[in-house]
């Protein structure tokens, strides 16, 4: 029981933000999710990013590298910012786009 009657679930509020964040994370990377997203950026000429990689590259580049880059994104904050493999311009790590 919690302080005013009611029944404690036994989660803490950071643990259900972590399983919210995990959630949010699995629809994100989904097949489904990252397909969709694609088809937007190709139909609509997309652009290169901050890395330089452009959009005629791109399926090349996760051929070799998407495994890579989906396990450094759900690996968390830190591999994220680092999942590519590349460096921006300005020596932070690129997302490899």
């Given at each position: 029981?919690?302080?005013?009657?009611?029944?404690d679930?036994?989660?803490t509020q950071a643990?259900?933000?972590?399983?919210?964040?995990?959630?949010?994370w699995?629809?994100?990377?989904?097949?489904e999710n990252?397909?969709?997203?694609?088809?937007?950026?190709?139909?609509?000429?997309?652009?290169?990013?901050?890395?330089?990689?452009?959009?005629?590259?791109?399926?090349?580049?996760?051929k070799?590298?998407?495994?890579?880059?989906?396990?450094?994104?759900?690996?968390?904050?830190?591999?994220?910012?680092?999942c590519?493999?590349?460096?921006?311009?300005?020596?932070?790590?690129?997302?490899?786009r």
């Amino acid at each position: 029981m919690t302080p005013y009657g009611r029944a404690d679930s036994g989660r803490t509020q950071a643990a259900e933000t972590d399983r919210g964040q995990e959630e949010r994370w699995q629809r994100i990377l989904s097949p489904e999710n990252l397909n969709a997203a694609w088809q937007r950026v190709r139909a609509n000429g997309g652009a290169a990013g901050i890395d330089g990689l452009s959009i005629a590259a791109f399926p090349a580049y996760m051929k070799l590298h998407g495994e890579r880059v989906r396990a450094a994104l759900q690996a968390g904050p830190t591999s994220r910012r680092r999942c590519g493999g590349r460096t921006s311009p300005n020596g932070t790590a690129a997302s490899g786009r």
